[in-house]
């Protein structure tokens, strides 16, 4: 009797779902599972290449052993084999190596874990609506409210923001001027729709734009939308939010004009923020790191994606520095991110921005020590 009620409990217990959960091991799994459902023979070896995306026989000449992650992939690959014979006993057969060993999947069902994966699906979504209601504290609050309007989730996050039950905030600040215009604009790229607005550059007479919005980015808690416009400079124009001084509205009887595939990819991927300075190129920029903690931060918080460690953080030449080297285009974003460092960072190359730095700190220094 105490066996059986030991039988009814396990088989009462919930199956593991193999899809759930993050990160390598849960990569793996999906990775083993599409290629299993192909019904080809499938080995530790063909996951590996595929997922670091290795030439096919790589592994022919390398121990998939010494790869990161392999322990990971020998606890994925027989849960799923196990949950796939679970679910359609006698559905994998392997090829008889015992070195090489792969295995097939011969079930009559093409999907026969669809109903794990769809659960899994579910909960990803259920946990993402979850962040979206705790990130309103990140979130613009007109941004949000335009996207949950006349949802109980926006109830529910005005009920908890007034509670004071919010548990994720952000420095930034985002009572910007113009915010609730976010989501203006992200529909009219979503439906390329063309408006019509008054803009007021800085310091300049207030014009009327017509303006193809492309593209929205956020540079040092500044929203800008890029895209084509009906004056110089054209194409991938660059209006700050707050710069907009009426209201928008929509032009229906002008073509929309797309931004060409990976136009934007493109244009920001040499840079830092938002601006290509004219005559500016593409250069290698050396910055000597002049403490270890300074050394450590920008390994951790990059400048640039380009960034390398060019020299760790010791004794060079009876001096302590280390090196890192960004393939940047130089602009003023880079240059105000270098002198937020001050004394702790300095710019061995290009010589022309090292010349521009000098400068920006020399008209600093004469505006404290001058005695005028």
């Known amino acids: 009797m105490l066996y059986l009620c030991n039988v009814l409990n396990v088989m009462s217990m919930p199956t593991k779902n193999i899809f759930a959960g993050f990160g390598l091991r849960s990569e793996f799994v999906n990775l083993i599972y599409n290629e299993l459902m192909k019904r080809d023979f499938v080995s530790y070896a063909d996951v590996l290449a595929l997922y670091y995306k290795r030439p096919k026989g790589y592994y022919d000449s390398y121990a998939c052993n010494s790869e990161p992650g392999y322990g990971e992939l020998k606890k994925a690959f027989p849960e799923v084999l196990k949950a796939l014979n679970k679910a359609c006993p006698g559905c994998i057969e392997d090829n008889g190596q015992?070195?090489?060993?792969?295995?097939?999947?011969i079930g009559p069902n093409n999907d026969p874990l669809s109903e794990e994966r769809k659960a899994v699906v579910q909960k990803s979504v259920e946990d993402y609506v979850a962040f979206c209601k705790a990130s309103a504290g990140i979130m613009p609050a007109s941004w949000f409210s335009a996207f949950f309007e006349n949802t109980q989730l926006l109830l529910d996050t005005n009920r908890e923001s007034k509670d004071g039950d919010m548990h994720i905030s952000s420095s930034m600040e985002q009572n910007l001027t113009n915010i609730h215009l976010l989501p203006l604009f992200y529909k009219a790229i979503s439906d390329k729709q063309v408006l019509r607005f008054a803009y007021q550059p800085f310091g300049q007479e207030?014009?009327?734009?017509?303006?193809?919005?492309?593209?929205?980015?956020?540079?040092?808690?500044?929203?800008f939308v890029f895209g084509?416009?009906?004056?110089e400079p054209y194409h991938a124009y660059n209006i700050p939010l707050d710069r907009i001084v009426s209201e928008v509205s929509e032009l229906n009887d002008v073509e929309y004009i797309s931004a060409p595939k990976g136009f934007y990819q493109d244009f920001f991927n040499n840079i830092i923020g938002v601006t290509h300075e004219k005559g500016a190129k593409v250069?290698?920029?050396?910055?000597?790191?002049?403490?270890?903690?300074?050394?450590?931060?920008?390994?951790?918080?990059?400048?640039?994606?380009?960034?390398?460690?060019?020299?760790?953080?010791?004794?060079?030449?009876?001096?302590?520095?280390?090196?890192?080297?960004?393939?940047?285009?130089?602009?003023?974003?880079?240059?105000?991110?270098?002198?937020?460092?001050?004394?702790?960072?300095?710019?061995?190359?290009?010589?022309?921005l090292r010349e521009q730095i000098k400068e920006i700190i020399k008209q600093q220094m004469l505006q404290y020590f001058d005695n005028k």
């Open 98 to 105: 015992s070195k090489g060993k792969a295995y097939r999947y």
């Open 283 to 352: 250069e290698e920029v050396i910055i000597r790191t002049k403490t270890e903690y300074q050394h450590g931060l920008l390994q951790t918080k990059p400048l640039h994606h380009s960034q390398i460690e060019t020299l760790s953080f010791g004794e060079h030449n009876g001096q302590w520095y280390g090196e890192v080297r960004l393939t940047i285009e130089p602009n003023r974003e880079l240059r105000g991110r270098i002198l937020l460092y001050g004394e702790n960072v300095e710019v061995i190359s290009p010589h022309s």
């Open 206 to 223: 207030t014009f009327t734009l017509i303006f193809h919005p492309q593209f929205l980015k956020e540079y040092n808690g500044r929203w």
């Open 228 to 231: 084509e416009a009906d004056r």
